[in-house]
T-cell receptor
Framework: GQQVMQIPQYQHVQEGEDFTTYCNSS?????IQWYKQRPGGHPVFLIQ?????EVKKQKRLTFQFGEAKKNSSLHITATQTTDVGTYFC??????????FGPGTSLSVIP | NAGVTQTPKFQVLKTGQSMTLQCAQD?????MYWYRQDPGMGLRLIYY???????DKGEVPNGYNVSRLNKREFSLRLESAAPSQTSVYFC???????????FGPGTRLTVT
């Protein structure tokens, strides 16, 4: 079946280092969404990308949608302790379904 | 504006007991969802309701039933709880089926 994968599963960084998580789909996506879940919390919507090759920025976060619309990335510049959490991508498939990836858990060492 | 609310926040059940998880949203959203979250598994869709009056199975529907009571409310029922249903359950809603989703605070369920 259709799958959305994310790598890495876990990432530990020193505060101030950069962080990137990658999202890959087995099929072409109509759009991709990114969510953040703080420890003990619930997922919170961050952004949606729709166009092939689209790049969007939110302060220190840069989101990219691949040219083939089968992959996406989230890059955080100069991580802070407030960035700790699990980042999920969710892709909309051609069958009008949204599939969540398993998430990347980010730890930031002060 | 409360967003998405869920009750209860915590629940402990014995194997075989039944219970209903309640979810309500005040954003006038058409679509609502139930997910379960287990360590390392991400969010797995149990059931969803694309619009009032319709419900459909998601990825892991076995052992669960749902009711879309009205546009605001979407409940999840466990008829005979099993230890494998120990999980954190999230309800979510969205304006339409593939728009961004807004999640409730979750229910932590333990089945012994």
């Amino acid at each position: 079946g259709q799958q959305v994968m994310q790598i890495p599963q876990y990432q530990h960084v020193q505060e101030g280092e950069d962080f990137t998580t990658y999202c890959n789909s087995s099929t072409t996506l109509s759009n991709i969404q990114w969510y953040k879940q703080r420890p003990g919390g619930h997922p919170v919507f961050l952004i949606q990308l729709v166009k092939s090759g689209e790049v969007k920025k939110q302060k220190r976060l840069t989101f990219q949608f691949g040219e083939a619309k089968k992959n996406s990335s989230l890059h955080i510049t100069a991580t802070q302790t407030t960035d700790v959490g699990t980042y999920f991508c969710a892709g909309e498939t051609s069958y009008d379904k949204v599939i969540f990836g398993p998430g990347t858990s980010l730890s930031v060492i002060p | 504006n409360a967003g998405v609310t869920q009750t209860p926040k915590f629940q402990v059940l014995k194997t075989g007991q039944s219970m209903t998880l309640q979810c309500a949203q005040d954003m006038n959203h058409n679509s609502m969802y139930w997910y379960r979250q287990d360590p390392g598994m991400g969010l797995r869709l149990i059931y969803y309701s694309a619009s009032e009056g319709t419900t459909d199975k998601g990825e892991v529907p076995n052992g669960y039933n749902v009711s879309r009571l009205n546009k605001r409310e979407f409940s999840l029922r466990l008829e005979s709880a099993a230890p494998s249903q120990t999980s954190v359950y999230f309800c979510a809603s969205s304006r339409q089926r593939v728009y961004e989703q807004y999640f409730g605070p979750g229910t932590r369920l333990t089945v012994t």
